[in-house]
Protein backbone atom coordinates (compact mmCIF):
# COMPACT_ATOMS: atom_id res chain seq x y z
CA UNK A 1 0.00 0.00 0.00
CA UNK A 2 1.47 3.32 -1.18
CA UNK A 3 2.19 6.11 1.52
CA UNK A 4 -0.12 8.36 0.38
CA UNK A 5 -3.32 5.44 0.68
CA UNK A 6 -2.51 4.47 3.67
CA UNK A 7 -2.34 7.90 5.32
CA UNK A 8 -5.95 8.19 4.20
CA UNK A 9 -6.84 4.80 5.18
CA UNK A 10 -5.60 5.58 9.00
CA UNK A 11 -7.10 9.66 8.89
CA UNK A 12 -10.87 8.43 7.09
CA UNK A 13 -13.52 8.11 9.94
CA UNK A 14 -14.82 4.54 9.69
CA UNK A 15 -15.67 4.19 12.88
CA UNK A 16 -19.37 4.84 14.62
CA UNK A 17 -17.69 5.08 18.49
CA UNK A 18 -15.93 2.99 20.77
CA UNK A 19 -16.69 1.75 24.10
CA UNK A 20 -13.88 2.14 26.19
CA UNK A 21 -14.46 -0.89 28.98
CA UNK A 22 -16.28 -3.91 28.61
CA UNK A 23 -15.63 -7.24 30.63
CA UNK A 24 -18.52 -8.94 28.89
CA UNK A 25 -17.75 -9.35 25.14
CA UNK A 26 -14.39 -10.81 24.82
CA UNK A 27 -14.56 -13.70 27.25
CA UNK A 28 -11.75 -13.52 29.99
CA UNK A 29 -10.29 -10.15 28.77
CA UNK A 30 -10.56 -6.92 29.64
CA UNK A 31 -11.39 -5.17 26.64
CA UNK A 32 -12.78 -1.64 24.94
CA UNK A 33 -15.24 -1.94 21.36
CA UNK A 34 -14.28 -0.64 18.50
CA UNK A 35 -18.03 0.20 16.61
CA UNK A 36 -17.44 0.04 12.28
CA UNK A 37 -20.21 1.98 10.85
CA UNK A 38 -22.21 0.31 7.83
CA UNK A 39 -23.07 -3.43 6.88
CA UNK A 40 -23.82 -5.80 4.27
CA UNK A 41 -26.75 -7.19 6.00
CA UNK A 42 -30.45 -5.47 6.94
CA UNK A 43 -31.34 -7.86 9.64
CA UNK A 44 -34.87 -7.11 10.92
CA UNK A 45 -33.80 -7.49 14.82
CA UNK A 46 -30.68 -5.19 14.52
CA UNK A 47 -30.96 -2.78 17.35
CA UNK A 48 -27.87 -0.94 16.12
CA UNK A 49 -29.60 0.63 13.02
CA UNK A 50 -27.60 4.48 13.88
CA UNK A 51 -24.31 2.10 13.34
CA UNK A 52 -25.41 0.38 10.09
CA UNK A 53 -27.10 2.85 8.85
CA UNK A 54 -24.38 5.31 9.48
CA UNK A 55 -22.68 7.54 6.40
CA UNK A 56 -19.83 8.54 8.39
CA UNK A 57 -17.85 7.80 11.31
CA UNK A 58 -16.78 9.72 14.90
CA UNK A 59 -13.22 8.36 15.02
CA UNK A 60 -10.49 7.63 12.25
CA UNK A 61 -8.53 4.42 12.74
CA UNK A 62 -5.38 6.68 13.93
CA UNK A 63 -7.95 8.62 16.59
CA UNK A 64 -8.64 4.80 17.95
CA UNK A 65 -4.95 3.65 17.91
CA UNK A 66 -4.15 7.23 19.97
CA UNK A 67 -6.73 5.79 22.51
CA UNK A 68 -5.60 2.37 22.68
CA UNK A 69 -2.18 4.04 23.29
CA UNK A 70 -3.43 5.28 26.80
CA UNK A 71 -4.64 1.89 27.34
CA UNK A 72 -1.88 -0.73 27.56
CA UNK A 73 -1.44 -2.58 30.68
CA UNK A 74 -4.88 -1.56 31.45
CA UNK A 75 -6.74 -3.30 28.79
CA UNK A 76 -5.61 -6.59 27.17
CA UNK A 77 -8.33 -6.94 24.62
CA UNK A 78 -10.12 -5.26 21.21
CA UNK A 79 -13.49 -6.05 19.92
CA UNK A 80 -13.81 -4.97 16.42
CA UNK A 81 -17.53 -5.15 16.11
CA UNK A 82 -20.60 -3.46 14.29
CA UNK A 83 -22.30 -3.03 11.93
CA UNK A 84 -20.08 -5.32 10.37
CA UNK A 85 -16.28 -4.91 10.40
CA UNK A 86 -15.27 -6.95 7.69
CA UNK A 87 -16.65 -3.96 5.42
CA UNK A 88 -13.42 -2.34 6.18
CA UNK A 89 -10.00 -2.85 5.50
CA UNK A 90 -8.71 -4.36 8.59
CA UNK A 91 -5.49 -5.69 8.07
CA UNK A 92 -2.89 -2.39 8.32
CA UNK A 93 -5.23 -1.24 11.49
CA UNK A 94 -4.92 -4.69 13.01
CA UNK A 95 -1.76 -4.62 12.22
CA UNK A 96 -1.27 -1.59 13.97
CA UNK A 97 -3.33 -3.31 17.17
CA UNK A 98 -0.96 -6.13 17.53
CA UNK A 99 2.26 -3.46 17.95
CA UNK A 100 -0.01 -2.35 21.21
CA UNK A 101 0.17 -6.06 22.75
CA UNK A 102 -3.14 -6.32 22.26
CA UNK A 103 -5.53 -9.47 21.51
CA UNK A 104 -8.10 -8.93 18.99
CA UNK A 105 -11.86 -10.46 18.69
CA UNK A 106 -14.00 -10.23 15.67
CA UNK A 107 -17.28 -10.09 15.79
CA UNK A 108 -18.86 -10.87 12.25
CA UNK A 109 -21.49 -11.94 10.15
CA UNK A 110 -18.87 -14.10 8.17
CA UNK A 111 -20.13 -12.76 4.60
CA UNK A 112 -16.61 -11.64 3.85
CA UNK A 113 -14.86 -14.82 3.87
CA UNK A 114 -11.40 -13.79 1.79
CA UNK A 115 -10.94 -10.40 4.55
CA UNK A 116 -11.50 -13.03 7.56
CA UNK A 117 -9.02 -15.76 6.00
CA UNK A 118 -6.63 -13.37 5.39
CA UNK A 119 -6.35 -11.86 8.57
CA UNK A 120 -6.63 -15.78 10.34
CA UNK A 121 -3.82 -16.14 7.71
CA UNK A 122 -1.49 -13.38 9.15
CA UNK A 123 -2.53 -14.21 13.09
CA UNK A 124 -3.88 -10.78 13.29
CA UNK A 125 -7.09 -12.48 15.14
CA UNK A 126 -7.38 -14.26 18.72
CA UNK A 127 -11.24 -14.96 18.87
CA UNK A 128 -14.48 -14.51 16.07
CA UNK A 129 -18.14 -14.43 17.60
CA UNK A 130 -19.44 -15.87 14.07
CA UNK A 131 -23.46 -14.72 13.83
CA UNK A 132 -25.50 -17.56 12.27
CA UNK A 133 -28.24 -15.88 11.40
CA UNK A 134 -30.51 -17.97 10.06
CA UNK A 135 -31.38 -21.81 8.33
CA UNK A 136 -30.97 -21.91 4.77
CA UNK A 137 -34.33 -21.28 4.00
CA UNK A 138 -35.03 -18.16 6.01
CA UNK A 139 -31.09 -15.90 5.55
CA UNK A 140 -32.68 -13.88 2.90
CA UNK A 141 -35.78 -13.18 4.49
CA UNK A 142 -34.00 -12.19 7.78
CA UNK A 143 -31.01 -10.63 6.86
CA UNK A 144 -32.05 -9.28 3.39
CA UNK A 145 -29.06 -10.60 2.25
CA UNK A 146 -28.52 -13.61 -0.37
CA UNK A 147 -24.68 -14.19 0.64
CA UNK A 148 -25.44 -17.35 2.66
CA UNK A 149 -23.25 -19.28 0.88
CA UNK A 150 -20.31 -17.40 1.73
CA UNK A 151 -21.08 -17.08 5.03
CA UNK A 152 -21.10 -21.08 5.16
CA UNK A 153 -17.89 -20.71 3.53
CA UNK A 154 -16.95 -19.07 6.23
CA UNK A 155 -18.01 -21.36 9.01
CA UNK A 156 -16.40 -24.55 7.17
CA UNK A 157 -12.94 -22.35 7.54
CA UNK A 158 -13.24 -21.81 10.82
CA UNK A 159 -14.45 -25.23 12.08
CA UNK A 160 -11.02 -26.53 10.21
CA UNK A 161 -8.62 -23.73 11.26
CA UNK A 162 -7.02 -23.71 14.56
CA UNK A 163 -8.63 -20.28 15.89
CA UNK A 164 -10.91 -19.61 18.65
CA UNK A 165 -14.37 -19.35 17.76
CA UNK A 166 -17.66 -19.42 18.63
CA UNK A 167 -21.40 -19.15 16.81
CA UNK A 168 -24.66 -17.79 17.84
CA UNK A 169 -27.87 -16.82 17.02
CA UNK A 170 -30.46 -14.23 18.20
CA UNK A 171 -33.84 -15.65 18.81
CA UNK A 172 -36.73 -13.39 17.91
CA UNK A 173 -39.66 -16.17 18.30
CA UNK A 174 -41.72 -14.45 15.78
CA UNK A 175 -38.61 -14.72 12.89
CA UNK A 176 -37.10 -17.49 14.47
CA UNK A 177 -38.82 -20.84 15.73
CA UNK A 178 -37.18 -24.16 17.31
CA UNK A 179 -37.70 -25.98 15.18
CA UNK A 180 -35.19 -23.08 12.75
CA UNK A 181 -33.06 -23.44 15.72
CA UNK A 182 -32.66 -27.55 15.08
CA UNK A 183 -31.97 -26.84 12.00
CA UNK A 184 -29.15 -24.87 12.70
CA UNK A 185 -27.56 -27.56 15.15
CA UNK A 186 -28.45 -30.27 13.21
CA UNK A 187 -25.91 -28.39 10.50
CA UNK A 188 -23.59 -27.51 13.03
CA UNK A 189 -23.49 -31.04 14.01
CA UNK A 190 -23.08 -32.18 10.52
CA UNK A 191 -19.95 -30.08 10.21
CA UNK A 192 -18.28 -31.08 12.73
CA UNK A 193 -18.58 -27.89 15.15
CA UNK A 194 -17.48 -28.92 18.72
CA UNK A 195 -18.05 -26.00 20.53
CA UNK A 196 -20.71 -24.42 22.57
CA UNK A 197 -24.16 -22.73 20.48
CA UNK A 198 -24.66 -19.38 22.11
CA UNK A 199 -28.51 -18.28 21.65
CA UNK A 200 -29.44 -15.03 22.63
CA UNK A 201 -32.32 -13.72 23.19
CA UNK A 202 -33.63 -10.53 21.29
CA UNK A 203 -33.33 -7.11 23.08
CA UNK A 204 -36.19 -4.89 23.07
CA UNK A 205 -34.57 -1.41 21.95
CA UNK A 206 -36.20 1.83 21.07
CA UNK A 207 -35.70 0.90 17.35
CA UNK A 208 -34.58 -1.43 15.31
CA UNK A 209 -34.33 -2.32 11.60
CA UNK A 210 -37.59 -4.34 10.83
CA UNK A 211 -39.53 -1.75 13.75
CA UNK A 212 -40.18 -5.26 15.43
CA UNK A 213 -41.81 -5.08 19.37
CA UNK A 214 -41.32 -8.01 21.90
CA UNK A 215 -42.45 -11.30 20.30
CA UNK A 216 -45.98 -12.39 20.30
CA UNK A 217 -44.89 -16.36 20.03
CA UNK A 218 -43.80 -18.00 22.86
CA UNK A 219 -40.19 -19.91 22.54
CA UNK A 220 -40.29 -23.40 24.15
CA UNK A 221 -37.12 -24.17 25.12
CA UNK A 222 -37.40 -27.68 25.95
CA UNK A 223 -37.85 -28.42 22.30
CA UNK A 224 -33.75 -27.47 21.20
CA UNK A 225 -31.83 -30.74 20.87
CA UNK A 226 -28.85 -29.96 23.21
CA UNK A 227 -27.86 -33.82 22.79
CA UNK A 228 -24.74 -33.35 21.15
CA UNK A 229 -24.04 -29.51 21.19
CA UNK A 230 -24.00 -27.76 24.34
CA UNK A 231 -26.47 -24.62 24.18
CA UNK A 232 -25.74 -21.86 26.18
CA UNK A 233 -28.47 -18.84 26.41
CA UNK A 234 -27.04 -15.40 26.85
Known amino acids: MSIDKENNLFNTNF ?16 SCIVWFGGCNMR ?37 LSGGEATTHNLKEFTQEIKKLGFKIKLDTNGLNFKSIKELIDLNLLDFIALDYKAPKDKFLKITHSNRYDEFSKTLDFLIKSDIKFEVRTTVHSDLIDENDINIIINDLIQRKYKNNYYLQSFLKTTSNIGDLGTPVKKFDKAIIDDSYIKIVWR
Request: with cysteine.
Open 43 to 79: CDYCYNKDIVFSKNGNYSFNDTLDFLKTRVGLLNGVV
Open 15 to 30: IYDITKFTHLDYPDHL
